[in-house]
């Protein structure tokens, strides 16, 4: 138990024995791993071992809070989804905000750990200490939103904060993500990586929460002056779209076009960066479309923002986004200009529970094959392919969902359904280690293209995202230069572990400086060396190195790290970063160095390990013959 | 004020002046009208005069509760909306369950009068004595749930009870309906006559409210009493689709296939009366998608079921519905027997707002248009117009909400888009005094027939439904025979006009005898006589006589009273109402005979009018030249 204030408990819920219990979780764990993210690596390394089919009973499902969600602190109450990914078959975390971590927090969890399968269907409710699992069999088949609304109507409670799964996962669709707080107009999707789909193997269709309690805090004298601090330095006016103040102004959209000047924004399936209706879908196009503006809990920057298609086919659909990468995902990647097909696209991917960014990649990747004429209209239900179609946005998105049709091959994501249309599908294939890749073209930004190929998540942006080329944060940096970027990607990855163990919002983060969150770790948890946010960084690379051994131990190795062929051979064809390839061996050789990993394989070192108090690990490794000298 | 207990108030709002009031509720209005649609249609007439075009400032709308509503007593708990109908230019009554009449008069209120018109969208906002005039501008446009939704976060009340309008009523569809409780999943619609569309008018979108207070009653005791011994009636055993327990069982499409059976199943635009699909969309039929039962406020009937489209293009949608009007609209109507697409249009209309009974009616004329060459699929934006659309039903839906391409016409209704589309279109037209013809075809069942021919708000089958000739409720009536039938539709006419201004459920009314509510009437009121259900009597030929009334003062007469041409020239070609046409003539003398009023004219009589108290209505129509000695 901490001296000062913070020590939460974790809810270990087995679904087969409907065995439920309490643990505490030990301070040696927040000291070394913080919590969210951090957390739920190592209870998914210490827990699920490898070889383990991430549908099976064996894998397990993490949900968890950080020590800063839930506080006064803004923009920090995130909650962090954990479990071995469908996709990748390595870890899987996945962030979301909106209020459902909070309210876990305040019911006095810090985690909760899902076991085993139910044999029907369920969902979990939680009222403080009242933890109850209850019958979903009037509940499996509904999405979301409409899971979220009967579910409220079942346990009487209109205030509780529910996250849930769609059809998408129930059918499990590899890409099929976690969504809470559809009801409340503040969603956050844990959208990456399959999530959704583990939670539908388990039969698990949605968790419940309310909370009532009180955040203990070591320091609150000190917290509520952080508090204010850190709203000031959010409030500060800084220009430009990516700044709080562009945030607040047109939410993530606001730098699409810029993205797109830089010649990265990827378009009909990453055969360009350079979109010719990129000012059809950027921040000011879709600023007409704003209700109203809103936040997650607590937080001033009020980046959400509320839209609807008021016209044409798409009209009277209405979402809490479309985020930066849903307007790619729907836009540029399926050559789709219309900005209300894409908010329509939005909501429907939220209410049937699937990933929005690898739904788009995989309906760019079908169209881009059926462009090619690798596939027949005949082979895809006889839908119209042609790049920007709205009918097939909206039947594909219906059809993975419930597996109908080429629905059933799509909802494998593109990698395996690249096997099963055969010939050179593979090479339209735009991802890594079995992930979908997101709305930025990697032959454009180095480091930003090694964070991709790195990162422990598969073909991820925000695992490392290197601000410092795209947009000058903290520092510019050349994003066509290769010396040091090894550095820098490690640097990136090690502090987002960091963010996302807090759990505070990277954008947030990334743009005040996560110092003064250091802080404010130190003045909820009373351990002091965390002011310190150096101290910090070993605990970020800690979390790193588990997710690592994670996937090391599962198979993977340094030909994982790598990239799809188009963008190593194709150079770009126009925009911003015309000519260029994206660049990888060098790099990688650099970025193993900065690792301390052995750079022929890319297997953590002994020397490592034992440096970052993993020294069980490296004796597992070494044990399999996957460890480094 | 009443001695024992009940007396409401009044909340009077003026949209232009912004003034809020209150006004006591005087005794000799409930002893002379009881409340609902009685209480609403007294106001109406006294209110609004003559020649006010319903969507001028002159129009008001009024909101109104009846004595038992927010009782203990179950299946009572409606409210009324009350207004000029857009659709007739006469008395627009329209009953809704759920649970904002409970929450309106918990809140105090036994109705709300709005006037005149706001300049800029806005909804009200009532918690119990607090009344609020708010800016809808961040929520018009959104569909009902999603303004629901909108409106509970920004009033930071989970627990309010929300009416709204949809985009249909915002851009004044006919026959846009007001919907509440699309979050609660027991919406409630007040659905035809167009007061969807008064709302838009006004620019009014929604009124929230929330009821804190307890309702005082005469005789609580009595009242415990009565509730119990209501529930012991309403789950007696009794056998059929159409009994509390068939309704339990099905909800109200359990005899869809029974009526089919009858001959009298509008099918393609009333081309015939027997559905080859029946089975497909009947009670039987839709349990498969039934997810839960539920109810309104204190019902134990549970009639309602909440189904899930599972499959194929409609999957995921979810409804607290179809009903069996719904069933036949989306159904025989149009020549549909997929439930799953009427379960899609069901939530479709509802989140639009519009009335189900005139969307699937409208369809259905365009349909048997284009069946005829009357129109052409150019006229009509190039959709599939064939029987059984799935293309036209979803396209047609949102194009009537927005008046988009052809929706601009078919917004109108069909008797005035039939006027527009010219020709012999007008024949198609299958509506009585504006409002389209639910699902019952009057050649198969003559009070029926005489009743929607003669109901107060055009084409209704429920101001005087004649249970005795379909169900043999209360008891059998043979459903070919006309003598006695004038008589019968006035009698069912007035018992339904108490049942509408208590407010109970006609359905639970009718099956288990209106007596028992007459009693609790008098336990609430403490009025004596009400006790006794002949006196009761007296009070619904009041009401409909003003209801009357007020249509005769804008200029309707008994060529008014009568159906489409086609039910009285093309027998009924096969089924169990073969080679029947409508009567109308003889029917109509006796029913005016009834009635006391003048056989020629359809004019109310001096007489008549001062026996019911009411002699300032004579003076008035007198005064015009529209009384008859």
């Known amino acids: 138990m901490l001296k000062g204030g913070y020590c939460g408990k974790i809810l270990r819920i087995n679904l087969a024995s409907q065995k439920i219990s309490k643990e505490n979780l030990k301070e040696d764990v927040i000291r070394n791993f913080l919590g969210g993210r951090g957390l739920g690596s190592k209870i998914l390394y210490d827990e699920v071992s490898a070889g383990v089919d991430p549908y099976s009973p064996k894998n397990k499902i993490i949900f968890a809070t950080g020590p800063l969600t839930g506080t006064s602190i803004p923009s920090v109450s995130r909650f962090a989804v954990i479990s071995k990914s469908p996709l990748t078959g390595g870890c899987l975390h996945s962030l979301a905000g909106g209020f459902w971590g909070a309210e876990l927090k305040k019911a006095g969890y810090d985690a909760i750990i899902i076991e ?31 899971a979220e609304r009967l579910i409220k109507k079942e346990i009487r409670d209109e205030n509780a904060e529910i996250l849930s799964i769609g059809p998408a996962g129930e059918n499990l669709v590899r890409y099929a993500c976690v969504v809470a707080g ?35 805090v070591a320091n609150p004298k000190k917290l509520k002056e ?40 990827p378009t009909r399936n990453f055969q360009t960066g350079a979109f010719e209706g990129a000012e059809n879908i950027g921040g000011n196009a879709l600023d007409k479309y704003v209700l109203k503006h809103t936040s997650c809990y607590i937080c001033p920057i009020r980046c959400r923002k509320i839209r609807l298609a008021k016209s044409g086919p798409s ?33 429907l991917c939220d209410s049937f529970g699937l990933d929005t960014i690898s739904t788009g990649n995989v309906i760019g990747f079908v169209m881009e094959l059926y462009q090619r004429g690798l596939i027949t209209a005949i082979q895809c239900d006889n839908l119209d392919l042609r790049w920007g179609s709205r009918e097939a946005v909206v039947n594909l998105i219906r ?28 090479y339209y294939a735009m991802h890594v280690k079995g992930l979908e890749l997101p709305a930025y073209d990697p032959r454009g930004a180095r480091a930003h293209g090694l964070g991709i190929a790195t990162s422990n998540r598969g073909a991820c942006h925000e695992r490392g995202f290197a601000l410092q080329e795209l947009f000058g944060i903290p520092h510019w940096v050349d994003r066509f230069s290769i010396e040091g970027k090894g550095k820098l990607t490690k640097e990136n990855q090690d502090r987002t572990a960091i963010y996302d163990s807090m759990i505070a919002c990277v954008f947030s983060a990334f743009m005040t400086g996560g110092e003064i969150y250091a802080l404010a770790l130190q003045a909820v948890t ?47 064809p126009e925009g911003g970063s015309k000519g260029y390839v994206a660049v990888l061996d060098p790099l990688l050789d650099e970025y193993y160095l900065a690792r301390g990993w052995d750079v022929r394989t890319g297997f953590p070192t002994r020397r490592k390990l034992e440096e970052l108090g993993l020294k069980y690990v490296a004796d597992e490794l070494e044990k399999s013959g996957r460890l480094a000298r």
């Open 182 to 216: 559809m009801t409340s107009y503040t969603s956050a999707q844990a959208a990456r990586g399959g999530g959704g789909a583990v939670m539908g193997s388990k039969k698990l269709k949605a968790i419940a929460v309310r909370g009532t309690g009180v955040i203990n």
């Open 116 to 146: 085993d399968v139910s044999d029907s269907p369920v969902y979990i409710w939680i009222y403080d200490e009242h933890v109850e699992i209850r019958s979903a069999s009037e509940i499996w088949g509904l999405k979301t939103i409409d």
């Open 526 to 572: 009373g351990i002091e060396e965390f002011e310190i946010f150096n101290n910090l960084m070993l605990i970020g690379e800690r979390i790193w190195n588990i997710e690592r051994a994670f996937n090391i131990r599962e198979g993977f190795d340094r030909k994982d790290d790598t990239l799809p062929k188009r963008f190593l051979e194709e150079p770009m």
């Open 399 to 426: 059809k993975i969902s419930y597996r109908e049709g080429v629905g059933a091959v799509l909802a494998e994501g593109v990698k395996r359904a690249a096997e099963i249309f055969g010939g050179n599908a593979a």
């Open 315 to 347: 009209a009277g659909n209405v979402t809490d986004g479309p985020e930066y990468e849903t307007c790619w995902a729907f836009g540029g990647q399926i050559g789709n200009n219309d900005p209300q097909l894409i908010i329509e696209a939005d909501i």
């Open 226 to 265: 952080l508090t204010k601090d850190i709203i000031k330095l959010q409030t500060t006016k800084v220009k430009g779209t990516v700044s709080p103040e562009g945030f607040s102004r047109w939410g993530t959209p606001g730098g699409l076009e810029y993205i797109n000047e830089l010649g990265i924004f």
